[in-house]
């Protein structure tokens, strides 16, 4: 049975992924008959190619995902290099932790009712400050370059980024290590890149591809945010895609596959950017240095963590505060009266829509938490290492452009009947929720000290109890984060729901982002507040599960 | 990763051969239904206990609360359930359609009525991708339509409609301004650019794909282009750079003085309409002639907006209910679109106050008590009066929207 798990997991999550990219891979060198495509060429790579500007969409694409990436990165990696143990990390730990629930759409859209010319900060100055009786005419939101939109990107990725470094940290004895290198000398910067960076990057790595293959091909918050003259790149080929004119299809396909590749580059241009880091790291280090610019690098990483959080956080409280808001014109700095209009109006409706959410996603986590931790418990078993090469075919649902390899997935289901049905759209989330509960789990997993199991062994318990009694308590917590993490991945789908339901089966976010293309922004409060809700409660269930989990154990423990 | 490994050569091949083959695999077709829309005593029992999933743009819950009243009143009348699809881009359904023409689904569509018109429709009529033959025409209250003053009713973007859409309603480009801070809007485009010249960052409009924005590009074509009679005729390649000189030339002077020099424009017509709101704009537009009067209801506009149209007229159309090829509940499809082309239907769509859509109808033909369903509406406070609303400009050939799109794009959207 446990052997089986394996290829499941793999049959659930590559063959759908296979099959969608065959999908792109037909129209991208021309031939779909039933659109009139006969024949294989290069054809549809030369339009995409001839595309006014395609040149400066993929260079957005690149440069914001790898700028958002790294500086999120940076910020989290050099935040807990400065911070932790302090009463300040324990409170941004408390702060960012549920953060990573919000979706991005609705973080991208508290970001906009925040920083925006006509938005609450400019409010908030006007007029007394600024003399603004309507909202200058200032490029903000939408600038050129993408800054804003590398802005909410970071502000969103930060708490993920973070969240996965410290459910890593435990394995690197933190404390300790410190300890021993405060006694040789060590400040406290220096002292935590040099000792406790190197044993957990390992483990964040995974996660921070996913992070840069996602940042590159993001379409929600580049919508929201981002640049239109011309658009980052996944957003051109969403609206290809979504053309009446049916032979730009070939066009879309065939950069889907420059998308994919665009990706792949922004990884590759990572590990370079690691390679170089390892070795400049070893010079450092051989050079005997004791400090790493400790005060820049607390006051830099400390302020820029406090403000993203404090820009997610208020963007959150604005959104609730649009959600009741009456009339509330330029430059008011809050609403002339609330109402719970909006509210009442569209409340009820939403009942449906969480249920329609809960009732996939449910399954599917358990599915995939039982998949996956089946796998992984195969493999300890076998006692196997991982191999490096199989790495890119985990990734595939996470780097290849969501509406390429969807448009493939929803002709799967169509002629497998199914299309339509909770079961089908169950099946198409579990492409997307396998790799990241995956992710999530493996490395924490795998970071279990593996001579626990071999005592258990040695003092006679069977595999299995050991598996339950021992292993899976040690993992306890990161199961939980990873079941949060699933299903908050499951409650943001969107085009996977969209296409696979036939529009018939509406979650929250279906339902957020149609509502969304009105512009209401009491309707967009409401149902990016909704959207936000279901994933807050799994995480927060995450944050109290293995607790009482432990607590259970112990109180077993002392009455046995 | 660790899964992988345990897949054998001949394993992995087995995924990929299951992977080529299985969209080539034929699709088990459900029955055939087939109705005659001439007789409709069928077409009602036929109809009966059907659930319509009815794919509408779904941004506006004004509409969607419509399209729920409509879905309820036929659950009473007929026994049919009504679902709308909110959908936020009809060229989703579009992509939708051809998805299941792709894997063969010629029957049992998950589509049964759709929103629809202009390029969406002819792509689907182009494609053989709708109910057929022509229904509309044989729809009970079809002989209340105003085929001969509202000719876009029949014609849609110059494409005829052979009666494969029903007309739901009409549109017609109307500006909106705030009195407070604009009191006398300007009423030509020449009047426009000064104004815009005189008062920088005050005027956009919505960026070309959206629907608005080539709506804008095309006004601007209609007024500036030599020969209108052009636009009625697909575009000449030869011709088009100088057809549209004086449309660029027009957008050229205008760019740097509008909304953000004209390196960002908002992305669709409700969030033009909230920089009017938020007092970022001066002037901003809607294809619906009551909308400025249902947004001030509803406390999306301040009570200082007020409509205007351009001297010598604004673009207008129609838009319309379709039924693809391979719908599930085309006898409950064709209920409910008879039932929203009803005298009944249509004098509430068009009362302000519900969503201010005007009719298909030829409200004179009607009978003396629904003629005074009509006749009671209040149109609302900034909604020009049918004479105040000026002459049409019938939508040019689907394919000018199309190349004034791309070369848009190409001008200012790619640098």
């Keep these: 049975m446990l052997r089986l798990a394996p290829l499941l997991a793999l049959a659930l999550m590559l063959g759908p992924v296979a099959a969608g990219l065959f999908g792109t891979l037909l129209p991208a060198v021309g031939y779909v008959p039933a659109l009139g495509g006969e024949t294989v060429s290069l054809a549809p790579l030369r339009m995409f190619l001839a595309q006014p500007g395609i040149g400066l969409s993929a260079a957005l694409s690149l440069g914001t995902g790898l700028a958002a990436t790294l500086g999120a990165f940076a910020a989290v990696v050099l935040f807990t290099a400065a911070f932790e143990g302090t009463r300040f990390f324990r409170a941004m730990r408390r702060l960012l932790s549920p953060l990573m629930a919000v979706p991005h759409a609705a973080a991208a859209f508290g970001l906009a009712f925040l920083i925006t010319p006509s938005g609450f900060v400019m409010r908030l100055l006007s007029p007394w400050a600024t003399g603004f009786q309507r909202p200058p005419d200032v490029l903000i939101v939408g600038d050129p370059l993408g800054l804003t939109m590398t802005l909410g990107l970071m502000a969103k990725e930060v708490p993920f980024l973070f969240l996965m470094l410290l459910a890593a940290l435990p394995q690197a004895d933190p404390v300790r290590s410190r300890r021993v290198a405060a006694s040789l000398g060590y400040a406290p910067v220096a002292a935590w890149l040099t000792t406790v960076l190197p044993r957990i990057y390992p483990q964040i790595r995974l996660p921070v591809f996913a992070v840069l293959a996602y940042a590159t091909s993001v379409v929600d918050v580049a919508l929201i945010l981002g640049p239109t003259t011309p658009p980052p790149l996944a957003v051109r080929l969403t609206a290809w895609m979504n053309d009446p004119d049916l032979s730009l299809r070939f066009m879309a396909s065939a950069g889907a596959l420059v998308q994919l590749g665009l990706s792949l580059f922004a990884i590759a241009v990572w590990i370079v950017g ?147 049905t909770l079961l089908a759209v169950a099946l198409g989330h579990m492409v997307f929720v396998l790799p990241y509960v995956f992710l999530a789990l493996s490395d924490p997993w795998r970071a279990v000290d593996p001579r626990y199991g071999h005592m258990a062994g040695a003092l006679g318990a069977s595999p299995a109890r050991t598996f339950w009694r021992v292993r899976l308590p040690l993992a306890r917590k990161a199961v939980a984060t990873a079941a949060a993490l699933g299903f908050a991945v499951s409650v943001a789908q969107y085009l996977p729901t969209l296409l696979i339901g036939g529009g018939r089966v509406s979650t929250v976010t279906t339902e957020a982002v149609a509502l969304a293309a009105g512009g209401n922004r009491q309707l967009v409060g409401i149902y990016a507040l909704l959207q936000m809700l279901l994933p807050f409660a799994a995480f927060l269930l995450a944050a109290a599960v293995p607790s009482v989990a432990h607590r259970r154990r112990r109180e077993n423990e002392t009455t046995a | 990763m660790t899964i992988i490994r345990l897949l054998s050569r001949p394993v992995r091949g087995a995924l990929l051969a299951a992977a080529l083959t299985l969209p080539l695999a034929p699709l088990a077709s459900r029955a055939d239904e087939t109705v005659d829309p001439a007789d409709w005593t069928e077409v009602l029992a036929k109809a009966k206990g059907q659930t319509v999933y009815f794919h509408a743009w779904g941004g506006e819950p004004r509409i969607n609360a419509y399209i729920a009243w409509a879905g309820e009143q036929l659950q009473q009348r007929h026994g049919i359930k009504v679902e709308q699809v909110k959908v936020d881009d009809t060229a989703n359904v579009v992509a939708r359609i051809v998805a299941e023409k792709a894997a063969g689904q010629e029957s049992g569509g998950a589509v049964d009525l759709v929103w629809i018109n202009g390029e969406n429709f002819v792509s689907l009529k182009k494609a053989g991708l709708l109910m057929s033959p022509g229904w509309a025409t044989k729809l009970p209250n079809w002989p209340l339509v105003d085929v001969e003053n509202k000719p876009a009713v029949v014609t849609d973007f110059t494409e005829p409609t052979d009666g494969q859409e029903s007309p739901w309603g009409m549109a017609k480009l109307v500006f909106m301004h705030d009195t407070a801070t604009l009191a006398e809007p300007p009423k030509t485009l020449d009047a426009l650019a000064e104004h815009v010249k005189a008062n920088p960052g005050r005027f956009t409009y919505p960026q070309p794909p959206n629907f608005h924005g080539s709506t804008f590009l095309k006004q601007v074509l209609a007024t500036t282009i030599a020969d209108r009679a052009k636009l009625s005729r697909p575009v000449d390649p030869a011709s088009f750079e100088a057809d549209v000189a004086p449309l660029f030339a027009y957008l050229d002077a205008l760019h740097p003085n509008m909304w953000r020099q004209g390196r960002a424009f908002p992305q669709n017509q409700p969030a033009l309409r909230q920089l009017l709101a938020d007092g970022e704009i001066d002037i901003a537009f809607t294809f619906n002639p009551a909308g400025a009067s249902a947004a001030i209801a509803a406390g999306e506009l301040p009570e200082t907006v007020r409509t205007f149209v351009l001297d010598g007229g604004t673009i207008g159309n129609a838009h319309f209910l379709a039924i693809p090829f391979n719908a599930n509940a085309k006898a409950g499809a064709l209920v409910l679109a008879d039932f929203l082309l009803s005298p009944e239907a249509q004098a509430r769509k068009q009362d302000p106050a519900i969503w201010g859509d005007p009719t298909v109808l030829a409200v004179e033909r009607l009978e003396a008590a629904e003629r005074e369903r009509f006749a009671a509406l209040d149109l609302g406070i900034a909604t020009l009066s049918p004479e105040e609303l000026g002459p049409v400009i019938e939508e040019p050939h689907a394919s000018w929207m199309v190349e004034l799109e791309r070369a848009w794009t190409a001008r200012y959207a790619s640098q």
Excluded: C
């Design chain 1, 274 to 420: 690691e390679r170089l880091a390892v070795k400049l790291g070893r010079r450092w280090i051989e050079s005997g240095r004791r400090s790493a610019a400790e005060h820049l690098a607390t006051a830099l990483s400390g302020s820029a963590m406090a403000l993203l959080a404090a820009a997610m956080l208020s963007g959150l409280a604005l959104l609730a505060l649009w959600s009741v808001a009456g009339p509330w014109r330029f430059p008011d700095t809050f609403p002339l009266s609330f109402t719970l209009r909006a509210w009442t109006m569209h409340g009820y409706a939403a009942v449906d829509a969480i249920a329609t959410t809960i009732a996939i996603a449910l399954p599917v986590i358990a599915v995939a938490i039982a998949l996956v931790l089946a796998s992984l418990e195969n493999e300890t078993r076998e006692g196997r290492a991982r191999p490096r090469r199989s790495l890119l075919l985990l990734y595939l649902p996470l780097i290849v452009p969501q509406i390429a390899f969807v448009f493939g997935l929803q002709v799967l289901f169509l002629m497998a009947g199914l299309h339509d």
